[in-house]
């Protein structure tokens, strides 16, 4: 069972360049979403999705951008970086409300 | 406004030893959900207990255990008799009835010690 699979586990960036975290799910769940995870801040969210087509931004959305257009994948692209995003980020699928959500690897991200 | 808060940043204890991690939280909603997920220095997000609003009953599993007090919007986590292998990060988190998103507290740092 693959459950979330993120990649790059571990990129180094500078600052203007632009990436995509690559997020799949092999659960079939409809919601899906990106956090950061800061020291002293917990995880953040970044942007979720709850169903392919659709997509709305969390609590820290400025900078990121992400589409939804199948059920599986979730990618999350990063337009200029800038070194306040350096961070780990997880992508993450949850079945139905109220049910635990399922965290894929991990992406360490350093923008110098 | 923070929705969950874990004031304890970091804990030291020695093999063996209990530790009760705090977990205080705040919603204006009836039904809500409440997490504990464990970071192990592997970086993973390990999923360990969820709880419904409307079940109030300890849990125990193996060395763990919750307790959950409405009265004090309180879901404490307790690891008795303490292994190195409980070192980790472990972070409380809440979900209200109309959103799929989670809100996590801050995190506490369990260092055990051999």
């Not at chain 1, 997509?55 to 994948?73: A, H, I, M």
């Not at chain 2, 504990?36 to 207990?49: A, N, R």
Request: aromatic share 12%; net charge negative; with cysteine.
């Amino acid at each position: 069972n693959a459950g979330v699979t993120q990649t790059p586990k571990f990129q180094v960036l500078k600052t203007g360049q632009s990436m995509t975290l690559q997020c799949a799910q092999d659960m079939n769940h409809e919601y899906m979403s990106w956090y950061r995870q800061d020291p002293g801040m917990g995880l953040r969210l970044i942007h979720y999705s709850v169903g392919a087509g659709i997509t709305d931004q969390g609590e820290v959305p400025n900078g990121y951008n992400v589409s939804r257009s199948t059920t599986e994948d979730f990618p999350l692209r990063l337009l200029s970086a800038a070194p306040s995003q350096t961070s780990v980020y997880f992508c993450a699928s949850t079945y139905r409300r109220g049910t635990e959500a399922f965290f894929g690897q991990g992406t360490r991200l350093t923008v110098v | 406004a923070q929705k969950v808060t874990q004031a304890q940043t970091e804990i030291s204890v020695v093999e063996k030893e209990d530790v009760t991690l705090d977990c205080v939280y705040e919603t204006r909603d009836t039904t809500y959900y409440l997490f504990w997920y464990k970071q192990p220095p592997s970086g993973e997000l390990v999923f360990l207990i969820r709880r419904n609003s409307f079940d109030e009953q300890n849990e125990i599993s193996g060395r763990y255990s919750w307790n959950f007090q409405k009265s004090t919007s309180s879901f404490n986590f307790t690891i008795t008799a303490s292994q190195v292998v409980d070192s980790a990060v472990y972070f409380c988190a809440l979900s209200e009835p109309n959103d799929y998103k989670l809100s996590f507290g801050a995190g506490t740092t369990v260092t055990v010690r051999a």
